[in-house]
């Protein structure tokens, strides 16, 4: 056993991983939003597919923290896409690159992930104080997201004055890597909240970005309709945090924390619908 799997079911994993980054290359360039909805709907099949694997293998409770975790990250995920836009506006960035940025970017995210998971478990391991911090962390990030900080406040400074040289992605795949690194975070911690398991923590999470550009072009023209999403996310993040808190006397059931989860980023995202119909009406 290699923290929480054998090595076969992390080699397989990462083969699984590889093989759907190369078929995600492959997709037309001027991808319609059929395709990135088809090719969304896939991956999120097949990471359902992937936790009854893990039901089977290991135990119902296992999959249900891989369920929740990644129902956590991808929830996390959706407030990256807004960043993005600033970004790709900021620096002029054409449809077509943006896919060649968000394939870079989606590399990056699946090595820098493993380490912060890494990390963040043997804390968890040898310092059980540490449960305090991240609860912290995912206290601020949840009164920051409630006062109505939106994900452009996300960017830092430095990175909006970059300029991108003439036919260079670099300093745009530096920025997309630096904001998917603060956003994680706020993530890590939060899945952290409901699995201390190494495998379980990083497929929910790797499971999750691997559908970030696609779920980017399938949004796109929806973005705004997702305004009180922020509000939603501020909720989840808080309420995990005293889940963290409280798991020192009480621990709160996975399923009853999915059930919460999904709660809450539900209404939030059935609100913003109703908003921009009552919006459009009126026009």
Not at 95 to 117: E, P
Not at 154 to 175: C, D, E, N, T, Y
Not at 244 to 249: F, V
Not at 257 to 281: D, E, P, Q
Request: with cysteine; aromatic share 12%.
């Amino acid at each position: 056993m290699i923290a929480g799997a054998s090595w076969a079911w992390w080699l397989g994993f990462h083969a699984v991983v590889l093989l759907l980054i190369g078929v995600d290359a492959l997709l037309p360039g001027e991808r319609s939003q059929r395709i990135a909805w088809a090719w969304t709907a896939g991956l999120a099949a097949l990471a359902a597919a992937f936790a009854l694997w893990v039901a089977a293998a290991f135990n119902h409770q296992t999959a249900l923290e891989f369920v929740a975790g990644y129902t956590i990250e991808a929830s996390l995920s959706v407030d990256n896409l807004f960043v993005f836009l600033v970004l790709f506006a900021g620096f002029r960035i054409s449809a077509a690159r943006q896919r060649r940025v968000l394939g870079w970017g989606v590399l990056g995210a699946v090595a820098l992930r493993a380490l912060f998971i890494a990390g963040g478990v043997a804390l968890l391991k040898n310092f059980a104080w540490v449960n305090f911090l991240f609860a912290a962390l995912l206290l601020y990030a949840a009164w920051r997201m409630l006062r109505g900080g939106s994900a452009h406040a996300a960017v830092p400074g430095w990175i909006r004055k970059m300029q991108p040289a003439a036919g260079s992605l670099l300093p745009v795949i530096v920025a997309v890597e630096v904001t998917d690194l603060l956003f994680a975070v706020d993530s890590i911690p939060a899945v952290l909240a409901v699995s201390h398991n190494p495998f379980v923590v990083y497929t929910s999470n790797i499971a999750a970005v691997l559908g970030l550009r696609s779920l980017y072009f399938a949004l796109s023209a929806w973005l705004d309709r997702l305004r009180y999403l922020h509000y939603g996310l501020g909720a989840v993040l808080g309420f995990v945090a005293v889940k963290m808190i409280a798991s020192w006397w009480v621990e709160v059931p996975v399923d009853i924390s999915l059930a919460v989860i999904a709660g809450i980023v539900g209404l939030c995202l059935l609100a913003g619908l109703v908003a921009r119909g009552g919006t459009s009406g009126k026009g």
